[in-house]
């Protein structure tokens, strides 16, 4: 495969997966309204996912291919599940301290930070190394982002701790992406990366918040378990997996740049099911972020390796 239909095709399935995410905020709070904490949503996102995966893999009769551990894979796919984890945590425990659109713009800073760590980071390429207009696609997208979540209405009302868990869900979102990049071009298939990444992350989930003390009455409510579900298959196992196989071509850089679709996403579809009018300061926004993704993707760099390694279901 040649190296532009490979980004091409690799962008596309990020912007996939992000509107996939925005799809999820409105689920979500459907969820929120009845009464589940943000921070169980989030584990319960993880459970569904495993548990269908589980389902697919089964059913295709392909389980013990992709469920067995390659030798030296375990660091990486115990940082990937930590990752899976910790973003969805960090992220409700914000937009339950913030607004919404504050703690949705401090998670978009990751494309920024992972440009800074290529830019800084020892290569044996240089060639790989974000070219100036990467910068530019980031700073428009985050800007777009601030400008579609109108973040800028919410920064008169802070709180430390939602900062805090703001700032760590952009770290938690660049160490996810650059450890299901560094899974993916070791060869492992997504479908192994996110079965031991979801293990992780439920592993991790049982110490900070055990399961039997999970608020299972709610699940009595079919709006709440309708989007508990929802949030597991559309919002996390399709476009984690859209996502793990993007990673395999893209840089993290530029696969969180695509990533910032989410806020126009989720913006749409507040308007098309809750009603919710879009502003012209929206709009320019949503345009922003669209030109920056367009723009990541005619400067992305693609390293040969990346190309070798054909995308496995």
């Not at 009769?61 to 796919?77: D, F």
């Not at 800028?152 to 650059?178: C, I, K, M, T, V």
């Amino acid at each position: 495969m040649s190296r532009r239909p490979a980004t091409a095709a690799a962008v596309l399935r990020v912007v996939a997966a992000a509107a996939c995410w925005g799809l999820t905020a409105v689920m979500a709070k459907v969820a929120f309204d009845r009464g589940v904490p943000p921070v169980r949503m989030a584990e319960a996102r993880v459970a569904v996912a495993l548990f269908f995966l589980v389902l697919i893999l089964a059913w295709r009769g392909r389980e013990r291919e992709h469920l067995r551990l390659p030798p030296g894979s375990l660091p990486v796919l115990v940082g990937f599940g930590l990752c899976v984890a910790g973003v969805n945590a960090t992220y409700y425990i914000a937009i339950d301290r913030l607004a919404v659109g504050v703690a949705v713009s401090l998670q978009y800073t990751a494309p920024v930070l992972l440009l800074g760590i290529a830019a800084l980071a020892p290569i044996q390429q240089p060639e790989l190394r974000p070219r100036r207009l990467a910068w530019v696609a980031a700073a428009l997208t985050l800007a777009g982002a601030v400008l579609v979540s109108r973040a800028f209405e919410g920064f008169h009302h802070l709180d430390g701790r939602g900062l805090l868990s703001a700032g760590a869900s952009a770290l938690f979102f660049a160490g996810y992406l650059l450890t299901a990049g560094r899974a993916g071009r070791r060869g492992l298939p997504p479908a192994t990366v996110l079965f031991w990444g979801f293990v992780v992350a439920m592993v991790a989930w049982s110490v900070i918040a055990p399961w039997w003390s999970w608020p299972y009455a709610k699940l009595a409510q079919p709006k709440v378990a309708l989007a508990v579900l929802g949030i597991g298959l559309v919002g996390t196992l399709l476009p984690f997996f859209l996502a793990v196989g993007a990673v395999r071509v893209l840089s993290p850089a530029t696969a969180g740049t695509a990533a910032t679709v989410e806020p126009p996403a989720a913006a749409l579809f507040a308007w098309i099911f809750l009603g919710q009018r879009l502003s012209a300061v929206q709009l320019v926004g949503g345009a922003l972020v669209i030109a920056g993704v367009v723009l990541a993707h005619r400067t992305a760099v693609v390293a040969p390796e990346a190309l070798a390694v054909e995308p496995a279901a």
